[in-house]
């Protein structure tokens, strides 16, 4: 039997979505990106544990895609088993009134508007973050002098052994757009959040207020994979980017946004490779002129 007809039959046997030569870009932000050999949605712990078993059996390699922001996709696809986490993965459940379990694959705003709803406030900074909770967790996802770590009490993982283990915050290195799973090869299912009570009308401006702003800084009309660069030290990625008369600056269908310079957007057919000169021009006309070294947020992959 070949691969192909095993991933079918697996996904026949456990209920689960498999396509077969899917474009990446329907699946990202950016709206880029070849074709995934594989791509998988699975809805439960038992299937997930499966199909990594599986692929591990067959030395396939696999990726685990949340929303498809803050990604960038090869051109040429990805010779991977792409799962996405959906069914259980995009449940919560109330632990308490103050503390709350949410699946990996629960959208940011999803979060804000169901703890909005229970009168709880702590992440308000993240509505209109077009991430998942497990990519937050993931990168210590941030906005407006707030990250994920503020909120986390633990994360539910399943470990390189295939079972399933819960991580408590001390032990999940958070520093600036970092986590242990950058480091290690654990899968991110979910993560217990501790928030505070407030009033629902509070909380609600607190993120209209944000969602305001991002529609007054960011080209939130055009697709993109937010802020390609970190926060350099003593700077602002975008204030330099704009310093060196790069805003509007575009190869091929990628462009520096004129609405914010730490933005690359994508005009409408922009490639991985147009992308890719755009950020390695921008490196270094900063760096030529400004003799600051921008550290790349956007991850690459293919």
Not at 46 to 70: D, P, R, V
Not at 176 to 190: A, K, M
Not at 201 to 210: L, Q, S
């Amino acid at each position: 039997m070949d691969l192909k007809q095993e991933l079918m039959n697996f996904a026949k046997e456990y209920d689960c979505l498999a396509l077969f030569d899917e474009p990446m870009s329907k699946h990202t932000t950016f709206k880029i990106g070849g074709n995934a050999d594989v791509f998988i949605k699975v809805s439960n712990i038992q299937t997930l544990q499966a199909l990594i078993e599986l692929c591990k059996t067959n030395k396939i390699s696999f990726f685990i895609l949340g929303k498809g922001s803050n990604l960038l996709v090869s051109d040429e696809g990805l010779r991977k088993v792409v799962i996405q986490l959906a069914g259980d993965f995009s449940a919560m459940k109330f632990i308490s009134h103050t503390e709350v379990y949410c699946g990996a694959g629960i959208s940011l705003s999803a979060l804000c508007i169901e703890a909005r709803e229970h009168s709880l406030s702590g992440i308000e900074f993240a509505f209109g973050i077009p991430g998942s909770v497990g990519g937050a967790v993931y990168m210590n996802a941030g906005a407006y002098g707030s990250e994920i770590k503020d909120v986390i009490k633990s994360v539910t993982v399943l470990n390189e052994d295939g079972k399933v283990e819960v991580i408590n915050s001390e032990h999940l290195n958070f520093s600036y757009r970092h986590s242990i799973f950058c480091e290690n090869n654990y899968i991110i299912l979910g993560a217990t959040l501790i928030l505070k009570e407030d009033y629902k009308e509070e909380i609600g401006n607190r993120m209209d207020g944000f969602m305001s702003r991002r529609k007054d800084k960011q080209p939130l009309e055009y697709p993109s994979a937010g802020s390609v660069f970190k926060r350099p030290e003593g700077n602002y990625a975008g204030t330099l980017i704009e310093s060196c008369g790069l805003k509007g600056k575009q190869i091929g269908g990628a462009c520096v946004s004129e609405k914010h310079a730490g933005f690359i957007i994508n005009k409408g057919d922009a490639t991985c490779n147009d992308v890719c000169r755009l950020i390695e021009e921008i490196k270094n006309t900063v760096k030529e002129q400004s003799g600051y070294d921008l550290e790349q947020e956007l991850k690459v992959i293919g």
